[in-house]
């Protein structure tokens, strides 16, 4: 499904939604109770569902500019073992034929981007060919942060077995395969594309800035899941490898592009996905366009 497009400057960002993930998310903010949810008025109807309960998504950007194409974070995958989310054990889905749909076939990716390492946003970096995981975007160049690709790589004991699964079958293929570019925290991809560093929900976490002539959007990556963390900057998310980290980055993002023009995408954000930030009683809201 292919929800919509938005331009900034000459620059074209499309979301592939994978799958709806509203439990998951809520199940992973732990003050994210209906009853905190109700206090928050605008997150209805787009981003809380009559019961105020979260919508969410998994999905994935194509960002087009003149030239390249690139592919933001490539969601959960088909076919992967996963043991502790079981919603998103063996997963099989058309998100190849939502490419298609939008134009893009897999050899026209010119640049995969994972905002961090986590299994939901490396899956379809690869896919099971004659029982092996091989690159899905075979003429690509893969950027992982290098201080993220080193901490996966250590196996650190108290991450869940699903992401040094992840790590195992979406991302080190790819590095054996000699298509990966391990790059700084704030490496600029293009002239109008480069990463920030939005550390805490895994150690090496960055964001995507796009600036193209006086317009600018962002898209986050898990620095917020919900848009209740735009109203509650401070409620953590239980998978964050640093919550307090978590946190400061999260409120730096908030200041740094609240009441500019700048669209706000979160990765996980459900349709439509993007707004602009505007200050609220010493807090934020997201006004979608
Ligand atoms: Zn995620």
Redesign the pocket.
């Known amino acids: 499904m292919t929800s919509s497009t938005w331009k900034v400057g000459n620059i074209k960002i499309t979301p592939i939604v994978e799958v709806e993930a509203g439990n998951i998310i809520q199940q992973i903010i732990p003050n994210a109770t209906t009853d905190n949810i109700a206090k928050i008025s605008w997150l209805k109807p787009h981003f809380v569902d009559d019961k105020n309960r979260l919508k969410a998504l998994v999905q994935a950007f194509i960002v087009q500019t003149p030239d390249a194409c690139i592919l933001v974070d490539t969601c959960i995958g088909n076919d992967k073992k996963r043991s502790e989310i079981a919603e998103w054990n063996n997963l099989q889905t058309d998100f190849l034929k939502c490419l298609d749909r939008a134009g893009l076939k897999s050899q026209s990716i010119d640049i995969v981007l994972c905002t961090h390492l ?1 299994f ?2 490396v899956g379809w970096n690869t896919m099971l060919v004659d029982g092996r995981w091989r690159p899905t975007f075979p003429r690509a160049r893969y950027l992982f942060a290098e201080q993220e690709f080193s901490y996966w790589k250590s196996r650190p004991e108290r991450e869940i077995e699903d992401d040094h699964a992840g790590f195992e079958d979406s991302v080190m293929p790819v590095f054996d395969a000699g298509l990966a570019d391990l790059v700084p925290m704030n490496y600029s991809i293009t002239d109008e594309i480069s990463l920030f560093p939005t550390p805490g929900h895994t150690p090496a976490h960055v964001s995507v800035l796009i600036a193209s002539g006086q317009e600018q959007a962002v898209i986050t990556g ?1 620095a917020t ?1 919900h848009p209740c963390q735009i109203a509650h900057p401070d409620w953590p998310t239980i998978s964050d490898t640093d919550p307090g980290q978590a946190t400061v980055s999260r409120r730096a993002l908030l200041d740094r592009f609240v009441d500019t023009q700048a669209l706000f995408i979160g ?2 954000f459900a349709t439509p996905t993007a707004g602009l930030l505007q200050a609220e009683n010493n807090t934020f809201r997201l006004v979608v366009a």
């Open positions: 986590h939901d946003h898990d899941h990765s996980h």
